[in-house]
């Protein structure tokens, strides 16, 4: 059962869990008093502010609206014309 949360969760979680981590590792280190004391809490706001843009998130989705990522992968020689226009 466990074994399906990621499946259902998606790949994500597990970066945020990894970044997470390394923040309080390294948060520990410089000032062990304050991660004790605030790391909770901290942790406690950014699971929540995740939770939180779920909502909007399955909106768009549902309306069929597209992000403005400016990211794409082309062929290389899709790619290898677009260098060209761009280089001048």
């Given at each position: 059962?466990?074994?399906?949360?990621?499946?259902?969760?998606?790949?994500?979680?597990?970066?945020?869990?990894?970044?997470?981590?390394?923040?309080?590792?390294?948060w520990?280190?410089?000032?062990?008093?304050?991660?004790?004391?605030?790391?909770p809490?901290?942790?406690?706001?950014?699971?929540?502010?995740?939770?939180?843009?779920?909502?909007?998130?399955?909106?768009?989705?549902?309306?069929?609206v597209?992000?403005?990522?400016?990211?794409?992968?082309?062929?290389?020689?899709?790619?290898?014309?677009?260098?060209?226009?761009?280089?001048?």
């Amino acid at each position: 059962m466990a074994m399906a949360i990621p499946f259902y969760l998606g790949p994500y979680f597990a970066i945020d869990m990894c970044v997470g981590s390394l923040i309080l590792f390294v948060w520990e280190r410089v000032n062990k008093a304050k991660a004790d004391a605030f790391g909770p809490a901290v942790a406690s706001g950014l699971i929540c502010g995740d939770g939180i843009w779920t909502l909007p998130s399955s909106i768009l989705a549902l309306a069929g609206v597209k992000p403005p990522i400016c990211m794409k992968f082309l062929s290389r020689a899709i790619n290898d014309k677009v260098d060209n226009f761009l280089s001048g």
